[in-house]
Every structure is written in structure tokens, then in C-alpha cells.
């Protein structure tokens, strides 16, 4: 790529003067750094890191990483390792995510956090030495600018968060496209793409400039990356991703999608155009066809307009206006996404401070500050940090002229927007499903039982765990996460897992008190009970296990393999459970005084979840095909089946009422992927 535009000379900065003082100010934004950010993240995890190491310890110790994508199970990982105080999970991230901390993975989970936490201000400082390169920002500069990143740069390293690597990766591919080695950059692009969604974008700007050897790299770095991945991780875990799990997130359905805190766009028009019992029940107008329209053409057409604009600028400021987008097309700002803005106002500062406009300076100076610190996010239904950043896009781009906007390209950004919308807002089946809890962000493992719903909550005000919600009986014990609420089939025994001290103990609690029915040798989880509450089934290292008693028990068939999701027949005869076979979840049933394992049902797709009715004649699971869960039922006595749900999610953990006329269940319809309310669905 041609290196025209307006160059730096670093000879004629203002700022070339005054060495001391520019040390002295280096020196003192460096050990701000270490002081508020760089210390308190070494020896203290928060969620976000646990995201990264989990996967990474699984790998490496050569476990399963087939259920990388249930809460509850990585919650459960996370207890296991020793972290015990914060919350977790896999969440919507692509799988290749789980590969860099694999180095990481063999170490106990401070010693990696405290590496990890070194690392990023080595990347940090690699990160201000390109940005010196790039736009000819000087070293000291670029601290000082570091050190005024507030609660974003803090947040980075505090969380254990990638955006540090990211930027850098971003930063050093810009620099080699501006001196022409425009394939390195792309294999670095869809490296970066593979693991983070974040950088796509900036495919198209390769595409529209024409830089065929980056597009080559770009696809060739996100395709080995993904071999790789695929190779570690198995293929049904980015069947899944592809199917169901990006096409959510690009929607915007992630993590609570009516939330401000989002901080985007989408959640905005979201908030304002779209109905949703559990979260958004009074909209502005539910018009879920006017919101894909707006957002569709409104950032479809940004893009449009940025990447037409700076086509034929050669200079890296322009340039970098294509990573200050990124956050304003994401469906997701949060304080640490706001760090990638240093790239372009790291470049464009030097370039004001040059033609010594110092009012520009001053705005884009302070728009970046407000940005980065805590007070854009403290009111997060004003959007604040959104709005700093689109007034800095803006006042960038202003810089940038002429603007274009070729009318064909309007066109055809107006044409895909009306035909997404159009798909997207189409009328579906409904199945009659009504909500009947929702005060959490994810709820799951419903249990009834004497017209009484108990389920297991995450996300509660002022604590990091899963507690149960619901009419709880008295007894429960305190500590830990309390998860997999099953009743006995009287209504007057709850049996429930306790995840605490690197274990998880299986309780039953009954008339306000609680017994241990899982001994302290085992870690048990997942219990289910008979219908007298004489019997239970439970997971127990990895193994199904009958227990005819407190603490008296006997391993089940099969001998090796993941197994989950294990149940009783009424009578307490029959087990049925859920195993991975060939990367992929299957139903099997073990018969009274029998080691043979026999296939419950048609093996069209993974399912899990099984329960029986009642009266033992049916069985409902979950069955997950194109890459979404719906609810199955199925006649033992007959073998035939037929579909339950129709939601526009995943609809899994499936429970009975009393009678036999309704299924509770979780689902994320309507809501962020992997934030599920319990509905009821009443049988015909």
C-alpha cells in the first residue's frame, strides 16, 4: 500500500523539547499504570478471566470440553479450579477463544492470572512503541494517554480481558498494511477475527481497496486458526457456534439484550421496537420490523459510508477511523471494548498536535478521556459512552472529506436491509408457552412439584452465584452454588447439588434441615430422585451412580464416556440419561438387573435433558437440530414422537407438572443466548 497522505515528522513535533519533563511524565504514567490497574489484577481474578483460563485448564489437563458452553457446568469447572468468588462462563465467544491461555491452562489459576496480567503491559507497552510507528505518537505520549484510559484500561487488565492483544494485533496489522505487506496483515486479521468477532470489518475495508493478498492472508489466518481449533476442541462445539450462537450475536441477542448497559445501537432501538414479557414489556411501539430496518440500514450504512470515504486515503489516521467503528457497529460497548479507540486517537492526536490546533487536540483528547473513565458507563440509560465515541468518530471523520456514499451502494444497503427485515420479522408458529419466571438473568433447572416451581438463579443483586429462586424450602444450605433442584415425588423432599470448596455434595433437604446423601470421597452433581424419595441418581467423578441411601451407592454402566442429565422412572427402576457418543449427545435407558445400555430414542440430533411423565408412559427431552434446542416428547409405549416447542431459542431442562398436563422448562427466546426464564407449556 502506498504510504502518501500527510506524514509525521517527529523533527519538528512540539513536544520534541523538554526531555526530562517527557520522562518524567513517561515515568509517572507508568507507575500510575502498575499502581491502579496492573496490582490489583495480578493476584485477583474476576469473572472474565475465568472465561479464557477454564477452557484453556481443560485442554490442557486433556479433559472433556464438550459442555464448554452450559453455565452451570463452567460455573462448576471454575469451583473445581479453586475459584470460588466470581462468576463465569463460555458465554457467546467463538470457540477458537478457548486457545490462547492453553499455554496458561497447566498452572493454578492466580499463577496464570498473574502472568496473563504481565503479559498485557508487555503488550501494552509493544502496543504505544506501533502507535509511535503508526502515527508518530511519542513513547511518553502514549503513556500519558494510557494512563488517562480510566476504567478501560483498568478493566483489561482487571478482568483478565483480551482487548489489550487485540489492539495490539489490530495496531501492528494497520502497520503493515501501511508499508505494503497487506498479506501479513490479513493472516493477523483473521487470526485476531477468529478468536474475537470484533475485527471483521475490517475485511471489507481489504475488499473495497482491492488488497487481494490481505484478503488471501485474512482468510487463510481465520481458516488455520479454526483447524486448529477444531482439532482440539471437536467439530459439534463449532456446529453449534456457527448455528445458533453467532447468528444471535450478530443479532444482538447476548447476554441481556435490553440491558443499557450494553452501551449499543442495537439495544437502544431494541429497547424502543421490540416487545418481550420477561425484559422489555412496555416498548416504545412493538415493531420488530421497523427495528431490523433501522438497525440494519442505519449501521450497514455507517460502514458504507466510512469505507467509501477513506478508500483512497492512504495515510494511517484515515485508516484507523476503521477501528473506531468497531465498537459502533458491535451489539456490545462495554468499558474494555472502549480501549480499541487508542489506536486512532493515539494517530490523529499527532497529526492535530503538528498542525497545532489545539482545540481539536482538546475535543478529541477529552471525548477519549470520557469514553475510557467510569463516568461514561455510571448512567448507562443515557448512553454516554456510546455517544463519546460516535462525537469522536465523527469528529475524526469530519477531518476526512469528501464524504461518499456512491448512490448503488445506498442502494443496495437499503435493498439487504428491507429483505433481512422482512425475513427477520416473519410470522412464526407459536407453541402457547407462557413465561413464568424470569427475575435473574439465566434461570435453569426448574423442579415442581405439589403445584410449587424451585429452579436455580444467576445473576442476583449483590452476589456471585447461583442461588435457588422460587418457593424454597427451609434448610438449604448457605454456602456455594445451590444448582439441579429435583423434588421427590411427595413434594416434601428437595434434593439439591452444592457446589462449594473445590466439590460438589449432593443434600436432601427436608422438614428445615439438610442431609448429605453424596459421601466426601465423591464429587456428585445432576441428582434425581424416585418418586418416595427413597432413591437417587446423580453424577458422581464422571460416573452414574444409584443411591439406595445416604451415602450408600453403586456405580452404574457405562465405564467410561461423558455422561449427564441422568433421571429415575417413577418407580424408581429405569435410568435414564444423556451420554456423548462420537461428539454428540444420545439418550440411553439401563433396565432393572441390566449392564446393557438401550437407546432410548431415534438419534436425529443431541439430546439431552430426559425426563418421564408421571405415570412413566412418556418421556420429554430436548433435541437440538440446526443448532437450537426444542422440546421432544415421546410415547414409550408406541415410540412415537413428536415436537413440543417452537421457539425462536433454545428450549431445554424440561420438567413435568403433577398431573402430567404441563412441561416447565428454560429458554432463551426472546432474551440473550444462555439467558433462559422458565416458561410452562400446557399439553393438549
Not at 10 to 15: Q, S, V
Not at 387 to 403: C, D, K, Q, Y
Request: glycine share 10%; net charge neutral; aromatic share 10%.
Amino acid at each position: 500500500m502506498p504510504t502518501g497522505g500527510v506524514s509525521v515528522d517527529l523533527g519538528r513535533l512540539p513536544w520534541r523539547g523538554g526531555t526530562t519533563l517527557r520522562w518524567l511524565v513517561g515515568s509517572a504514567s507508568l507507575g500510575f499504570i502498575i499502581w491502579s490497574s496492573v496490582l490489583p489484577a495480578a493476584r485477583h481474578i474476576e469473572t472474565d478471566f475465568s472465561n479464557y483460563y477454564i477452557p484453556a485448564r481443560l485442554i490442557a489437563r486433556g479433559e472433556s470440553t464438550a459442555r464448554l458452553y452450559e453455565f452451570s457446568w463452567f460455573q462448576r469447572q471454575m469451583e473445581y479450579a479453586g475459584i470460588h468468588d466470581a462468576l463465569g462462563g463460555f458465554n457467546y465467544f467463538p470457540p477458537p477463544a478457548a486457545l490462547p491461555l492453553v499455554p496458561l491452562g497447566g498452572l493454578d489459576s492466580i499463577a496464570a492470572k498473574t502472568l496473563w496480567t504481565i503479559a498485557n503491559l508487555v503488550m501494552l507497552l509493544a502496543l504505544l512503541w506501533v502507535l509511535r510507528r503508526l502515527g508518530g505518537l511519542p513513547f511518553t505520549a502514549g503513556l500519558a494517554l494510557a494512563a488517562l484510559s480510566g476504567s478501560s484500561l483498568r478493566d483489561n487488565f482487571l478482568f483478565g480481558q483480551f482487548y489489550i492483544a487485540l489492539s495490539l494485533s489490530i495496531a501492528v496489522a494497520l502497520l503493515l498494511l501501511r508499508n505494503g505487506r497487506s498479506g501479513s496483515a490479513g493472516v493477523l486479521l483473521g487470526v485476531a477475527t477468529a478468536v474475537k468477532v470484533y475485527p471483521a470489518p475490517l475485511l471489507a475495508y481489504l475488499v473495497i481497496r482491492r488488497e487481494w493478498r490481505g484478503v488471501a492472508g485474512f482468510a487463510a489466518g481465520f481458516a488455520l486458526t479454526y483447524a486448529v481449533s477444531v482439532s482440539v476442541l471437536g467439530w459439534p462445539l463449532h456446529e453449534h457456534y456457527v448455528a445458533s450462537i453467532l447468528p444471535a450475536s450478530l443479532a444482538g441477542q447476548t447476554d441481556s439484550p435490553y440491558d443499557p448497559e450494553l452501551q449499543s445501537w442495537t439495544s437502544v432501538l431494541r429497547v424502543l421496537l421490540v416487545h418481550e414479557p420477561t425484559l422489555n414489556a412496555h416498548p416504545f411501539m412493538d415493531a420488530p420490523f421497523l427495528f431490523h430496518l433501522a438497525r440494519d440500514a442505519s449501521l450497514l450504512g455507517l460502514l458504507s459510508l466510512l469505507l467509501c470515504t477513506i478508500r483512497d486515503h492512504d495515510g494511517a489516521p484515515p485508516l484507523t477511523l476503521m477501528v473506531l467503528v468497531l465498537p459502533l457497529l458491535s451489539t456490545s460497548v462495554f468499558s474494555y471494548h472502549a480501549f480499541l479507540a487508542v489506536i486512532p486517537i493515539g494517530c490523529w492526536l499527532a497529526r492535530f498536535w503538528q498542525q497545532r490546533r489545539w482545540g481539536t487536540v482538546a475535543m478529541a483528547g477529552a471525548l477519549y478521556v470520557f469514553a475510557t473513565s467510569p463516568l461514561a458507563g455510571g448512567w448507562p440509560v443515557l448512553h454516554l459512552r456510546l455517544s463519546a465515541l460516535a462525537a469522536l468518530f465523527f469528529l475524526l471523520l469530519r477531518e476526512v472529506r469528501p464524504w461518499r456514499l456512491p448512490p448503488a451502494v445506498a442502494a443496495v444497503v437499503v435493498t439487504v436491509s428491507v429483505v433481512h427485515s422482512v425475513w427477520a420479522a416473519r410470522q412464526r408458529t407459536a407453541d402457547g408457552a407462557v413465561p413464568v419466571a424470569w427475575d435473574a438473568p439465566h434461570l435453569e433447572s426448574p423442579a415442581v412439584a405439589g403445584g410449587v416451581l424451585v429452579y436455580s438463579a444467576l445473576g442476583c443483586a449483590g452476589c456471585a452465584r447461583y442461588q435457588l429462586r422460587g418457593t424454597v424450602p427451609p434448610g438449604v444450605p448457605s454456602e456455594g452454588h445451590q444448582l439441579a433442584p429435583a423434588f421427590t415425588g411427595d413434594g416434601k423432599g428437595l434434593f439439591v447439588e452444592i457446589a462449594a470448596h473445590g466439590r460438589s455434595r449432593v443434600a436432601l433437604v427436608r422438614a428445615g434441615s439438610a442431609n448429605d446423601w453424596s459421601p466426601e470421597d465423591l464429587s456428585c452433581q445432576q441428582p434425581a430422585a424416585s418418586n418416595d424419595g427413597t432413591r437417587m441418581v446423580a453424577v458422581c467423578d464422571g460416573r452414574l451412580r444409584v443411591f439406595e441411601a445416604a451415602a450408600r451407592s453403586r456405580v452404574l454402566p457405562p465405564a467410561a464416556g461423558d455422561v449427564a442429565d441422568p433421571t429415575l422412572s417413577p418407580d424408581g427402576s429405569h435410568v435414564a440419561f444423556a451420554r456423548l457418543t462420537d461428539g454428540h449427545w444420545h439418550l440411553y435407558e439401563l433396565a432393572p438387573g441390566s449392564d446393557a445400555l438401550h437407546p432410548l430414542v431415534t438419534a436425529r440430533g443431541d439430546e439431552r435433558g430426559p425426563r418421564y411423565s408421571p405415570d412413566g408412559a412418556r418421556l420429554v427431552f430436548s433435541r437440538r437440530e440446526h443448532g437450537w434446542d426444542a422440546l421432544w416428547l415421546r410415547d414409550l409405549v408406541t415410540g412415537e414422537e413428536r415436537r413440543l416447542s417452537r421457539g425462536t431459542g433454545n428450549d431445554n431442562q424440561p420438567t413435568w407438572s403433577d398431573d402430567g398436563r404441563s412441561i416447565y422448562f428454560a429458554s432463551d427466546r426472546g432474551r440473550g443466548i444462555f439467558m433462559p426464564a422458565v416458561y410452562r407449556l400446557d399439553l393438549p
